[in-house]
């Protein structure tokens, strides 16, 4: 036993007295440490009624600790014996309650969960008052931080949906509903102005310059029907330069057959550049972004940039 190499085994059993033990005393003399003795309780089914409290408490190292614990080995009882209980059986009814315990736990712990997410219970008007009160706070606080586009302020479910994302930035929601009025406007100013029927002109969208490659779902388009007349509609599907509108839903249009509705006659390419940088500002961050201290500023760095782009490519 005083060898290093040697694994001492304590066999004890469980109906005798464990700190009296000789074999326990002895290894514990010979590896103090206790890294080499591992301790065996055996005799389990001839516990005593009554002492089965500190065998278990044993078992779990709360009396007399090891290192490396105790291990139990059990074989059945008289009564199992008188049974017929075989070994299998006994083993599956000793592993069944553990699991049970762990299953009502996990129960447990999901209905507190539950339990708590109701919120205290309105039993009174004033608890009820007071839940009303919160409610109310709380979306006036949701309120004022979609307006004032703080949207670092809105609950995470609210943020993490793209969908419900851009429909709670209420700033950006108004700005993108201000372009397609301002759209609309400027398609009848072109509808007004133009004449479909003058024999002049060979086309309605003669002189136009912009480029149609831009075009997307969700734009609006004036489309030249029967050859004279004009409708304004909605982009519902687009195959490069060819679109579907809302209004002919099974007709694709070739790029000869309509024209943006917010275009007018000798507008350059820049205004495609433009027009795709504020809807991607609109759609993303509304009246402003993070890295201008106000959108005036932005709107203003943006307007130099395209004059001095515009002037510098017309000028002699």
Same mark, same amino acid.
């Given at each position: 036993?005083?060898? /290093?190499?040697? $694994?001492?085994?304590?066999?004890?059993? +469980?109906?005798?007295?464990? &700190?009296?033990?000789? $074999?326990?005393?002895?290894?514990?003399?010979?590896?103090?440490?206790?890294?080499? %003795?591992?301790?065996?309780? %055996?005799?389990?089914?001839?516990?005593?009624?009554?002492?089965?409290?500190?065998?278990?408490?044993?078992?779990?190292?709360?009396?007399?600790?090891?290192?490396?614990?105790? &291990?139990?080995?059990?074989?059945?009882?008289?009564?199992?014996?008188?049974?017929?209980?075989? $070994?299998?059986?006994?083993?599956?009814?000793?592993?069944?309650?553990?699991?049970?315990?762990?299953?009502?736990?996990?129960?447990?712990?999901?209905?507190?969960?539950?339990?708590?997410?109701?919120?205290?219970?309105?039993?009174?008007?004033? +608890?009820?008052?007071?839940?009303?009160?919160?409610?109310?706070?709380?979306?006036?606080?949701?309120?004022?931080?979609?307006?004032?586009?703080?949207?670092?302020?809105?609950?995470?479910?609210?943020?993490?949906?793209? &969908?419900?994302?851009?429909?709670?930035?209420?700033? +950006?929601?108004?700005?993108?509903?201000?372009? $397609?009025?301002?759209?609309?406007? /400027?398609?009848?100013?072109?509808?007004?102005?133009?004449?479909?029927?003058?024999?002049?002109?060979?086309?309605?969208?003669?002189?136009?310059?912009?480029?149609? +490659?831009?075009?997307?779902?969700?734009?609006?388009?004036?489309?030249?029907?029967?050859?004279?007349?004009?409708?304004?509609?909605?982009?519902?599907?687009?195959?490069? %330069?060819?679109?579907?509108?809302?209004?002919?839903?099974?007709? =694709?249009?070739?790029?000869?057959? =309509?024209?943006?509705?917010?275009?007018?006659?000798?507008?350059?390419?820049?205004?495609?550049?433009? =027009?795709?940088?504020?809807?991607?500002?609109?759609?993303?961050?509304?009246?402003?972004?993070?890295?201008?201290?106000?959108?005036?500023?932005?709107?203003?760095?943006?307007?130099?940039?395209?004059?001095?782009?515009? =002037?510098?490519? %017309?000028?002699?």
């Amino acid at each position: 036993m005083q060898q /290093e190499r040697t $694994i001492i085994l304590a066999v004890v059993p +469980a109906n005798v007295d464990m &700190h009296n033990t000789e $074999i326990l005393q002895a290894a514990q003399e010979a590896d103090p440490s206790g890294t080499r %003795t591992i301790a065996m309780i %055996t005799k389990l089914d001839l516990v005593d009624t009554g002492a089965e409290l500190g065998v278990h408490e044993l078992l779990l190292n709360k009396k007399k600790c090891m290192k490396l614990g105790y &291990h139990a080995v059990k074989c059945r009882n008289q009564l199992e014996l008188t049974n017929g209980t075989t $070994i299998e059986k006994s083993v599956a009814n000793r592993r069944s309650l553990p699991k049970v315990i762990e299953e009502i736990n996990t129960r447990m712990v999901e209905t507190q969960q539950a339990l708590s997410s109701l919120g205290l219970p309105l039993e009174t008007p004033g +608890a009820q008052r007071q839940r009303y009160g919160k409610w109310v706070n709380q979306y006036l606080r949701m309120m004022e931080a979609a307006i004032n586009r703080q949207y670092e302020l809105l609950p995470p479910h609210v943020v993490s949906f793209s &969908h419900v994302q851009s429909e709670a930035r209420l700033r +950006a929601a108004l700005r993108q509903k201000e372009l $397609i009025f301002r759209a609309e406007i /400027e398609a009848k100013k072109v509808l007004g102005t133009s004449d479909p029927l003058s024999s002049t002109k060979p086309s309605f969208f003669a002189g136009y310059k912009v480029s149609k +490659a831009f075009v997307a779902v969700g734009d609006r388009v004036a489309v030249q029907v029967d050859g004279q007349k004009m409708v304004v509609c909605k982009v519902v599907m687009t195959n490069g %330069t060819d679109v579907v509108c809302e209004g002919l839903p099974h007709e =694709w249009l070739s790029a000869s057959l =309509w024209q943006f509705a917010n275009d007018e006659a000798g507008i350059s390419e820049k205004k495609n550049e433009s =027009w795709a940088l504020k809807q991607f500002i609109e759609a993303n961050w509304g009246d402003e972004l993070a890295i201008f201290p106000s959108y005036r500023i932005f709107c203003s760095c943006v307007q130099r940039c395209v004059l001095w782009s515009y =002037w510098s490519t %017309t000028t002699p």
